[in-house]
């Protein structure tokens, strides 16, 4: 009795839901689609269609200033992606799994970067890079902020995302098969290596895919720190964009996306292509 | 003239964790090929003497040897010792292969003898054909295979089990307990079993020791613990017991505090407060009147029958106290509630503890 009428309601409330998310869905992708066909707009005219043409991303692709942004952003993205991973990884393991003096300090403060405002890391940043270089000037060398500046903010704020990451992935270690490693005649290292590690690559490459992500993305604390010839791909964009909206940046934002796309694919068939394998693969 | 050395031997072994005594001053020699089980309730440190055994926790005083050799501070992966843990602990990355592999592999054995002795450990367990398995796509009964496998291909001196049937259901459980105590016969190693049940430990071992508490309060064979128990707890948590508090009167009698006069031996000095254990399937009930064995009998009143079939429990008020007798075989209903009934039992079923 009480199953007949919940599922009389059920399916009511089941086609309200799937009429709501195709609402959602057309909320967060309309606009994409907006941006990717205007990009092959011929017309100069940002909102009036002119025909096909793949001209803007000629434009955009022989335009000197966006391939040296484009560069920027993957040196810094990559740079800071492999050591906010080791650096990231090597804390949450210091967390997980050592007592030491300052432990719950760290603990507390290592997440600090993800909860307060882009605006103000950026700032902090920023003067932490004055006071550094008045510091250090006062030894000799002239330093400026350039793509080190960058490439240093990014991994501050990378190493608390993969460390969050890893992190979970520890809290679901079970410790016993480390036990179990050391008690089949396992070194201390030959343990990390051939259980732990492999356990928690998967929150490691999680980790590393987000702070990839966070790095190509980041406008606020780039566009602080970066100097003269430092301008990532997002700063360009975002300076370019008070001057109006162009098919240019159209083209720039689809090439974008296009590649980010293609990165979370690729990380997907590298996943699938991994797991297979090592069902194959012998230990050694 | 060599003694016989003992396989694993633990000297005066403490382990404290911070304010805990999870083990207390144990002393234990466990013989070279023996199936020893330390059993004791949730709690009493049995985990923990095995993990020093293992050397995944180091005491905190003593001295540990196995087959003569100090390895009390060594790392486990010193140590002629492999375990099979509580809930299997098998690498769930690797195949069921590769899990067996890993000890070997970390000890350099090579081709051809490492496929060979892996080979073996597969037959031996009768795992052939789900090498390339995960641990994973195995049942219970499956995985507890594998972890066996994979600590006795190391040939290990000594086989360190806890609780490893625990995780099993009644059945299952009762057709490893059979397959495990053959192995170990073929294998000849010593094994050293973890266990809170009781009836497994007897079942299964040549000797057991029964802790409580962190200390090791008895060590004998499956029959010296059951008909002998030393102490309360051991009567009591090994099978089922009635505890008569008493006196002793003269050497080889008690006197209960309804006054009845128990035979039983004891070297306590008279006068000393102890308990009498008396087995309720060594019991008998007639009916008050007939059975004439002074000594070995009390008199009471049936106060509640428990029909289970396979046995008959009665519970019979003895002056203050309440005895319950356990009888199988017993054909039609001999006795009712409110019956006067006499208790009695066997020269030497009733055993007295001290404390
Ligand atoms: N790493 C630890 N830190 C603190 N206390 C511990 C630790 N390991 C064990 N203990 C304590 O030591 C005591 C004995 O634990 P142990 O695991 O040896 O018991 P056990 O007999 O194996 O029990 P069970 O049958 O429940 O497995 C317990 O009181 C437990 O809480
Ligand atoms: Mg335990």
């Known amino acids: 009795m009480a199953g007949v009428v919940e599922v009389g309601l059920g399916r009511r409330t089941r086609r309200w839901l799937a009429a709501w998310a195709w609402v959602v869905f057309a909320f967060l992708y309309v606009p994409i689609v907006v941006l990717v066909v205007f990009s092959f707009n011929s017309s100069s005219r940002v909102n009036i269609w002119g025909g096909f043409s793949l001209g803007w991303y000629g434009e955009a692709l022989s335009n000197e200033v966006i391939i040296s942004a484009v560069r920027v952003s993957l040196i810094v993205a990559f740079v800071s992606t492999v050591v906010s991973v080791v650096l990231g990884t090597a804390v949450a393991l210091a967390l997980d799994r050592y007592r030491f003096r300052g432990r719950r300090t760290l603990d507390g403060t290592v997440y600090l970067p993800i909860v307060i405002p882009d605006i103000t890391m950026a700032v902090m940043l920023l003067v932490f890079f004055a006071e550094a270089f008045k510091l250090i000037d006062s030894f000799g060398p002239r330093l400026t902020l350039g793509i080190s500046t960058v490439a240093l903010s990014h991994i501050a704020f990378n190493i608390s995302f993969v460390c969050v990451v890893v992190r979970a992935r520890l809290d679901q270690f079970d410790r016993t098969l480390e036990e179990a490693a050391r008690d089949l005649y396992a070194s201390a290292w030959e343990t990390f290596r051939r259980v732990t590690l492999p356990l928690i690559m998967p929150g490691i490459a999680a980790g590393g895919l987000l702070a990839l992500t966070l790095s190509l993305d980041d406008v606020v604390i780039s566009a602080f720190v970066s100097g003269p010839g430092s301008t990532t791909l997002p700063v360009y964009v975002f300076s370019s964009i008070r001057r109006g909206v162009t098919p240019e940046l159209n083209a720039i934002s689809t090439l974008m996306l296009a590649a980010s796309i293609a990165l979370v694919l690729g990380s997907l068939a590298l996943q699938r292509r991994r797991a297979s394998a090592s069902q194959q693969t012998q230990v050694l | ?355």
């Open chain 2, 1 to 355: 003239m060599t003694e016989p050395v003992a396989a694993v031997e633990i000297d005066g072994v403490t382990k404290r964790f911070d304010d805990v005594v999870a083990v207390d001053n144990v002393d234990l020699a466990i013989d070279d090929g023996e199936f020893f089980a330390l059993l004791g309730p949730s709690g009493c440190g049995k985990t923990t003497t095995l993990r020093m055994i293992a050397g995944l926790d180091l005491p905190t005083t003593g001295s540990l040897r196995i087959f003569g050799e100090e390895v009390g501070m060594a790392p486990p992966d010193r140590r002629p010792v492999n375990t099979v843990f509580q809930a299997y602990a098998l690498f769930p990355h690797m195949t069921v292969r590769q899990n067996i592999e890993f000890g070997l592999r970390m000890r350099r054995v090579k081709d051809p003898e490492l496929s060979q002795r892996v080979a073996e450990a597969i037959a031996m367990v009768r795992l052939a054909g789900m090498e390339e398995r995960r641990p994973d796509q195995l049942s219970g009964g499956q995985q507890q295979r594998v972890a066996l496998a994979r600590a006795l291909v190391n040939q290990p001196k000594v086989l360190l089990l806890d609780e490893p049937l625990g995780a099993l259901d009644l059945k299952l459980r009762q057709e490893m307990q059979q397959e495990l105590k053959a192995l170990q016969r073929t294998v000849g190693i010593t094994f050293v079993f973890v266990t809170h049940d009781q009836e497994e430990a007897l079942a299964m071992s040549e000797r057991i020791g029964v802790m409580s508490e962190g200390r090791l309060l008895q060590v004998g064979t499956p029959r010296e613990i059951y008909e002998r128990p030393a102490s309360r707890f051991v009567a009591d948590f090994i099978g089922r017991t009635n505890l008569l508090e008493a006196t002793v009167d003269s050497s080889g009698a008690v006197r209960l505090s309804s006054g009845a006069r128990i035979e039983a031996e004891t070297s306590v000095p008279a006068g000393s407060e102890v308990a009498v254990s008396l087995r309720p399937e060594r019991t008998r009930l007639q009916p008050r009147g007939t059975a004439s064995a002074d000594g070995h009998s009390l008199d009471g009143e049936v106060r509640d029958i428990t029909y289970l079939g396979h046995a008959v429990v009665y519970e019979v008020a003895v002056g203050s106290m309440s005895v319950e007798v356990r009888s199988e075989g017993e054909v039609g209903q001999p006795f009712a509630a409110g019956d006067a009934v006499t208790v009695s039992w066997d020269r030497g079923a009733a055993t007295v503890v001290a404390d």
